[in-house]
């Protein structure tokens, strides 16, 4: 008798129609990144075996690797109605959106609990806010960027709710990063002290408030003259696990996960080494992030199915309870 194979849906909010049906001029650039993601994370699924993977696309989108079942919304259908329908038909949803908006925590609360692939509603409800989640990590002793206030002149304004950095502003005093904030709205924008150093971020496995440190990555962000901040990719796996930066970096993962223990699945840490204080939390982006494309290959072994049976694990452990 031929084993049953688990039901895994996909769904990245780009590729899945979100945003890029409705705006012409993010289709050129944010597309690819969903893409990368989405088609990482279904390769993943299926070559691991054991699962049928369905994969959200929308007209825009390319088809999903091959093997994997493609599902559209229907007419008048939103993507919060798409995910619900898909999950219901389905043994596990694996999903990628911004924190933006609330989206990410939107589209969770549409999947029963025990079929949501990765972290829970408090930690992604977290961060989504940056600077709650650097006050919560501050309080626990990390360092972050509120420990600059009155060390340096220059300050960042962006979206406490943004995705990297998206409408990203560095400004030269104080003074002109408040105004920009009021303009805005306070509360919809946040500020916070501009953290001279290398960006980087972490790509990192959390389990039950433990993490284990993937990879070490360097992040490409550009600084235009009038300030503005903007994402240019990022390098995976760029900086040793096993030298002295990487023993910093672990115990930076691991002090975040036990911080914020909803954190489930794969999560990046977005951070700046700053030459003196060495790693600066920045953010926590509590789902799978542009880092993911191609890591399963370049560490020899297979991260989706390593989450799924972390999953089935935690099943077990829930029904003997």
Not at 145 to 170: H, I, N, Q, S, Y
Request: contains cysteine; charged residues 20%; proline residues 6%.
């Amino acid at each position: 008798m031929q084993p049953v194979l688990k039901r895994v849906f996909v769904f990245e909010y780009l590729t899945g129609g979100g945003l890029v049906d409705s705006d012409e001029g993010a289709a050129p650039t944010l597309l690819p990144l969903g893409l990368q993601m989405r088609d990482a994370m279904v390769d993943d699924l299926l070559q691991a075996g054991g699962f049928a993977v369905s994969a959200a696309t929308c007209s825009r989108a390319p088809a999903p690797p091959a093997g994997a079942l493609p599902c559209q919304a229907r007419p008048g259908e939103s993507m919060f109605e798409l995910v619900a329908r898909q999950a219901a038909l389905h043994d596990a949803v694996w999903l990628v959106a911004p924190e933006t908006g609330g989206l990410l925590l939107q589209f969770a609360q549409q999947v029963p609990a025990g079929r949501w692939l990765g972290c829970d509603a408090a930690a992604i409800r977290l961060a989504s806010s940056k600077r709650a989640t650097l006050v919560r990590l501050a309080a626990l002793g990390l360092s972050t960027p509120l420990a600059f206030e009155g060390l340096t002149p220059r300050w960042v304004v962006k979206p406490d709710d943004g995705a990297g950095a998206v409408a990203t502003t560095v400004y030269r005093s104080l003074a002109a990063a408040r105004n920009a904030q009021r303009a805005a709205g306070e509360g919809v924008m946040t500020l916070e002290p501009w953290v001279d150093g290398h960006p980087m971020s972490l790509s990192v496995l959390c389990r039950d408030g433990n993490a284990e440190l993937l990879s070490i990555n360097r992040q490409r962000i550009e600084l235009t003259g009038d300030g503005r901040l903007s994402y240019a990719g990022v390098d995976v796996d760029r900086v040793p696990r096993d030298g002295p930066a990487g023993a910093a970096l672990a115990k930076v993962a691991a002090q975040v996960a036990r911080a914020m223990p909803g954190l489930r699945g794969f999560v990046g840490i977005d951070l700046v080494w700053h030459a003196r204080q060495g790693p600066v939390v920045i953010e926590v982006n509590p789902r799978v992030t542009c880092a993911y494309a191609g890591l399963s290959a370049r560490l020899g072994r297979n991260l989706a199915a390593e989450l799924l049976a972390d999953e089935a694990r935690l099943e077990r452990l829930h029904a003997d309870a």
